[in-house]
């Protein structure tokens, strides 16, 4: 089987130098994603559902990379840094994810790496599934 690594070309990809996905035959791990755009500038602010948003579309992003679709995501892990957060957070993840067609964990934590980051999302994907 062989191994593509998902890089996109995000200036601060550099910096964090990690690989955005890695797909390994039909199966795509895509690493937390956070409210970055591709400046690497943290977007909405205090705002749950703007973050969350911001965070779908660069796991959609990154899925397009690895010729997969947000159509093939089973699993998805968040990370808030506040729990109560998780009601906004779900609302947007509905708008991507209209039908319950993965499976989620959602858990938090005392922080992530930036202290304005609200959450974290980490997904896998099989393509065609």
Known sequence: MSRQVIVPDWPWNET?????AVRVG???YVSGQTARDS??????????????????????????????????????TAYFTDGANFAEYAAVRREFFPEITFAATGMTVSELADPGMLLEVEAVAIVGA
């Open 39 to 76: 400046d690497g500038t943290l977007v909405g602010g205090s705002s749950t559902k703007l973050q969350a948003r911001k965070v779908f579309e660069n796991i959609d992003y990154v899925l397009g990379l690895a010729d997969a679709s947000m159509r093939d995501v089973v699993k998805l």
């Open 26 to 28: 039909s199966t795509v």
């Open 16 to 20: 964090v130098g990690i690989a955005q």
